[in-house]
């Protein structure tokens, strides 16, 4: 006999949700931020005996790169794909109801491209990028659809705790994840690997079997979708049609077109210093007898231990003192982050850094996807139309953060002149959040859920 869906609101659907961070998360911190970015910068740098980097050249396609400069064009180009997809697929997935579909079809995209790392090397560069470029489409992709069945499972007055425990459950599970594989490749002798990098290989593996496995707890009790329309051949032009009309709705919409523009321009920032900051304590800090692949993975779990507290935190003041409030303060915090990081130079300034960010990263993560949730009127259907703008939003600002991230490192041979680079784009983030604020009063008339 088939169990009755869960209903919205409640408990275990909630749950449920949130849970799928756990599972995904891990692809965020192994492969974008902790063991990939040490295991590429270990294939793609030549140091002499002091540490000091000799090289950091590669070749690619017969064009000479700089290292960080290949993975930032690369990692640019992914999320060009992500933007330009996830609008019409989100759009097609609202009309015939079936975005669970989709989800799980770029879950296991992405997590079996994160086991197909396990094979990347310098003779292999095409096949190990290649694999990099469809895990990062896997993952973002099936955020798009994640992301949209927010207003679907939780009222608005639940939003923000639930968004904000779902980026809770994300950082302790793939903290968990990390210490395994951590303890594997600090260890290899005892499991009896040669050396660390077939059991840095594994953890890729393990990425990829995590995310696959803890998804199906999701998968099982989240709706199919919310339309139950046919798959017919017009079905692509629908997709077109519904995106038109959600566009049309938006610029009606002044506080959320404010609030796009404002989450645009700062999320280009936050994204991309999520991407870069462990490239950047490989090539620009002084690390002396530290090991550099402890200290910097250190300086990963730090971020995602504090983002745990940051991410609550925020939800707590958003309650008091508004969702946007609350959101400039974030950008205010970020600029300073921004300025000290330029002068940084030894590992204990970096871990004084990453505790900073740790604290901001998580909070303005779940607050700006529940500030945007509570925006999109109240009953709509075609949320995942309305979350693939945020999607676009976001992916496009790091398509330019990380381009540009590229091109400065290129020029300058230096990551620090693009920390201050990005620094300008949380200023500017935080002044078109002051008009969101001024429009909020028009906008709450008569809409008792909307922002706080």
Not at 178 to 186: A, D, G, K, S
Not at 257 to 272: D, I, N, P
Not at 340 to 359: K, M, N, Q, W
Not at 421 to 446: D, I, T
Request: net charge positive; aromatic share 16%.
């Amino acid at each position: 006999m088939t169990k009755p869906p869960l209903t919205k609101g409640s408990k275990k659907l909630l749950n449920a949700w949130a849970f799928y961070d756990w599972a995904n998360s891990v692809y965020n911190l192994v492969i974008s931020s902790a063991i990939f970015p040490i295991f590429y910068g270990a294939l793609t740098i030549v140091k002499n005996e002091q540490g000091a980097v000799i090289n950091d050249t590669v070749t690619f396609m017969g064009i000479d790169f700089n290292n960080d400069t290949l993975i930032s064009y690369v990692t640019a180009a992914a999320f060009l794909v992500v933007s330009f997809l996830s609008p019409l697929l989100s759009g097609i997935a609202d009309y015939v109801g079936n975005k669970k579909v989709f989800m799980k079809f770029f879950c296991y995209l992405g997590a079996l491209c994160c086991i197909g790392l396990y094979w990347f090397s310098m003779e292999m560069l095409w096949f190990g990028l290649l694999c990099y470029f469809l895990a990062l489409i896997g993952f973002w992709s099936s955020l798009v659809f994640y992301n949209s069945y927010l207003p679907d499972i939780a009222f608005p007055e639940q939003q923000d705790a639930i968004s904000a425990k779902g980026f809770s459950f994300g950082y302790v599970g793939s903290v968990l994840l990390l210490v395994i594989c951590l303890v594997m490749i600090l260890n290899f002798d005892a499991f009896g690997f040669e050396d660390s990098g077939v059991p840095t290989r594994l953890s890729f593996v393990l990425t990829g079997l995590w995310w696959i496995g803890f998804s199906q707890y999701t998968y099982r009790h989240l709706p199919k979708g919310n339309k139950q329309e046919k798959f017919g051949k017009d079905i692509l032009f629908n997709g077109f049609k519904e995106l038109k009309l959600i566009w049309q709705k938006i610029k009606k919409n002044v506080p959320l077109k404010r609030y796009l523009g404002a989450f645009f321009v700062y999320s280009m920032a936050v994204q991309t210093i999520m991407l870069i900051a462990t490239y950047f304590g490989i090539e620009e800090l002084d690390w002396g007898t530290t090991d550099p692949t402890i200290g910097l993975i250190v300086s990963i779990l730090l971020i995602q231990l504090v983002a745990i507290l940051g991410a609550y935190v925020t939800s707590r003041s958003s309650k008091r003192f508004g969702n946007i409030q609350t959101l400039i303060v974030l950008n205010l915090i970020w600029i300073g982050i921004c300025i000290y990081a330029y002068t940084i130079t030894t590992p204990f300034e970096f871990y004084s850094t990453a505790g900073a960010v740790g604290l901001v990263m998580g909070g303005i993560q779940s607050l700006s996807r529940s500030t945007y949730s509570k925006l999109i009127p109240s009953g709509a259907l075609d949320t995942a139309s309305y979350f693939s703008f945020y999607d676009v939003s976001e992916k496009i600002g790091i398509v330019i953060g990380m381009l540009s991230y590229g091109y400065i490192a290129q020029i300058t041979g230096s990551i620090r002149y693009s920390i201050i680079f990005l620094g300008l784009f949380f200023l500017v983030g935080m002044l078109l959040l002051l008009r969101v604020r001024h429009s909020e009063k028009n906008a709450l008339a008569g809409n008792s859920h909307k922002l706080p």
